[in-house]
């Protein structure tokens, strides 16, 4: 195993990789998988924060057609996060003994810290893992913009953007077998191609920040510890 090349970390989870093969709901091994791969990135001596998606449970897109008013369904979303968030939590902390917070951009004091940036650098810096839920806490955006936030405000040194999917495609690898995997891309390019990896906002706010993010596949044992030694092989935009 090499050396971290980061000090501070941002991983986003989305939702799905919760939900194992089929992607809903969460399944045990693949919440104490995704726990395990944290818990030896820590040992690595790095401070781990995470944003975590609830794609798993609910997609405030899934209300088109309902008869229900987004920002209903994106609150229902932004709940979401912080369900797979104390999941990911009670794992970590029973399984691995692993000290970790949950904070809520969406306050909700029985059972997770309100979100204040100075407390969140305060717990990374103390070794604990900090899992943000509730995304950015305001509808209309997605996690993967909550995840370039928290990490520009924390000071991440990277977004580490864990998928089902080895690197960014130029189209649809698991639809076309003649699709072309980019090593590293711009920012710019991310959002002119309209590669499907991250939303423009999320792009946007890290290409500003001038945070690199790192896409790779969440499967193999070890793959997130790669990703912060610079051994991964995903895809850099930067
Ligand atoms: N969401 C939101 N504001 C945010 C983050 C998330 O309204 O700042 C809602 C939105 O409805 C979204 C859902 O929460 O569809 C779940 O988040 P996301 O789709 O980003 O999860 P992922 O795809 O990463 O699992």
Known sequence: MGKPVFKRVMLKLSGEMLGGEKGFGIEGDALSFIAGEIAEAQKLGVEVSVVIGGGNIWRGSTAAGWDMERANA??????????????????????????????????????????????????????????????????????????????????????????????????????????????KLTYLDVISKKLKVMDATSITMCMEAGIPICVFKLDQPGCVSNAITGQSEGTLVQ
């Open 74 to 183: 994106d609150y229902m979303g932004m709940l979401a996060t912080v369900i797979n968030g104390l999941a990911l939590q009670g794992i970590l902390e029973t399984k691995y003994n692993v000290y970790s917070r949950v904070m809520t951009a969406i306050h909700m004091q029985e059972l997770a810290e309100p979100y204040i940036r100075r407390k969140a650098t305060k717990h990374l810096a103390k070794g604990r893992v900090v899992i943000f839920a509730g995304g950015t806490g305001n509808p209309y955006f997605t996690t993967d913009t909550a995840a370039s936030l928290r990490a520009r405000e924390v000071g991440a040194d990277v977004i580490l953007k864990a998928t089902k999917v080895d690197g960014i495609y130029d189209r649809d690898p698991t639809n076309d077998p003649t699709a072309k995997k980019f090593e």
